[in-house]
């Protein structure tokens, strides 16, 4: 009865906004998040399954590699963002078919650069690592997102008039594809190999289906230069987020990289994914429905603002924190569980990991009602403190306690990010601290219910 009044309390004070088709942006946000959460509920179990069979069939050092290739993929990706998928879905002007066709063609563009540069680094990352097999697999993967940039701005206009359904059984008929792909190639021929060329066979198919199996207009090659501008001054300080986000995301692994074997590195990654199992799920609700629907709610009455933003937390708060907090508890009992004896390090890792976690899904909700405020500094200045405990605390944590270090270092990189994100909701007059203590209470919950779990369940 305690959540139920709260959600009915929400629901009516949605109801006046109302959109097309008679559709309120209520209906509209809790579809949304149903099927967005169905959705990456289904790919992270496939990509938890893929994950327990591929490491019986590869080696971690098949893991180490990806790690390498992943982070530069990351990184140039990082260092090409130009927020075009956030300019079409907070610009008023996104639903037209010049604006789309602009963002097509910047995204063509910028996909074939990408794809020079990933191949331009790939023999001097090798040597830097001493991994010769980084000399192809860096360039693949490059050709992997240029594919991704031909596919169709369909997917953003139904993400902006938040219509997820036939889009999230697309997208998982695609992880489904490169479930099969990746299995049998690495059951008849287990290498490193089966794990980039699935990802390109993915990237074919993310193309195909977009163009079509979606509704909306083909896109056609157009350079609007009004567009352009606009994008670019949108764009520049999702950039120098971006640039910033990519040395707090990927730095570890890259310098981590340095300091220990592909084998080591390949543990680490294990936990890592685990880690962002729930985030991955945290981080699709707020880019796909809340974004949007913030962005709704602030250009039609920005009054109400307050009060919608902390009822809709209340429920992400109570389908994130909670499971995240037991994780923490029972991480360790559930690597020794699920993987043999090469990745039982990953289960203190992941323990320790949580602690990030369960900060980065109480956040995530702040950075997007900042940025859906036209505020991209914040995400600059965010990502800067976390940029700076990972080149700090990284080096120190390997120096004083090796791996310990490292991992602790890496947890408590979202600490000085709340108190930040806290000062800009206030500035901005959406905050409450007592609904902010409200997710650590959650917290609380999560962790005494994983305490039961660990001492009484898998005892």
């Known amino acids: 009865m ?14 006046t906004y109302m959109t097309t088709n008679s559709e309120s942006l209520r209906q509209k946000i809790f579809t949304g998040t149903a099927w967005t959460m169905l959705g990456m ?21 098949a893991y180490g590699l990806m790690a390498i290739v992943w982070s530069v993929s990351f990184g140039m990706v990082m260092l090409s963002d130009a927020g075009l998928s956030a300019a079409a879905l907070r610009h008023k002007r996104g639903g037209e078919e010049d604006f789309l066709n602009t963002i097509w063609t910047m995204k063509i563009v910028r996909g074939l650069l990408f794809f020079v540069a990933m191949s331009l680094v790939a023999y001097p990352v090798s040597k830097f690592y001493a991994m010769p097999d980084l000399v192809w697999l860096i360039p693949i993967a490059g050709f ?52 980039i060329g699935s990802v390109v066979i993915c990237a074919f198919f993310q193309v195909y289906y977009s163009h079509a199996l979606l509704p ?55 936990a890592i994914m685990l880690s962002e199992v729930v985030s991955g799920v945290m981080g699709k609700i707020n880019s ?49 569980l699920l993987y043999d004896v090469r990745y039982r390090d990953a289960g203190w890792m992941l323990q320790i990991l949580c602690v990030r976690l369960l900060m980065s899904s109480i956040l995530t909700s702040s950075e997007s009602c900042l940025l859906a405020l036209g505020k991209p500094k914040y995400a600059v200045l965010q990502n800067s403190l976390r940029a700076a405990v990972i080149l700090v605390g990284i080096p120190f ?40 203590l409200r997710s650590f209470l959650f917290a609380g919950m999560g962790a005494g219910l994983g305490y039961l779990i660990s001492n009484y369940v898998l005892m």
């Open 2 to 15: 305690i959540k139920q009044a709260p959600m009915r309390s929400l629901m009516l004070q949605l109801r």
């Open 41 to 61: 509920g289904a790919s992270q179990l496939l990509r938890f399954g893929k994950s327990l069979i591929l490491t019986r069939l590869l080696f971690p050092e």
């Open 144 to 195: 992997a997102h240029m594919l991704e940039g031909f596919s169709s701005t369909n997917v953003y206009v139904m993400q902006r008039n938040m219509i997820y359904g036939r889009l999230t059984m697309l997208e998982f008929a695609n992880d489904i594809i490169g479930l099969v792909v990746i299995l049998v190639w690495a059951y008849f021929y287990p290498s490193v190999a089966a794990l």
């Open 216 to 270: 909306g207009k083909r896109n056609r090659l157009r350079w609007d230069p009004a567009v352009a501008t606009e994008v670019f001054h949108f764009g520049k300080w999702v950039l120098l987020s971006s640039c910033i986000y990519l040395v707090y995301s990927q730095g570890d692994r890259m310098m981590l990289g340095k300091y220990l074997t592909a084998a080591q590195l390949g543990v680490y990654s294990i």
């Open 288 to 336: 796909n429905v809340m974004f949007p629907a913030l962005s709704n709610i602030i250009n039609k009455d920005r009054s109400r603002l307050l009060t919608v933003f902390y009822k809709t937390r209340l429920l992400t708060d109570g389908l994130m924190v909670v499971p995240i907090a037991v994780l923490m508890l029972i991480g360790a009992q559930v690597i020794a």
């Open 397 to 436: 944590g390997w120096a004083y306690a090796g791996m310990y270090g490292v991992v602790w270092a890496v947890a408590l990189t979202e600490v000085p990010v709340l108190f930040l994100l806290w000062y800009g909701m206030y500035k901005n007059a959406v905050f409450s601290i007592l609904h902010e």
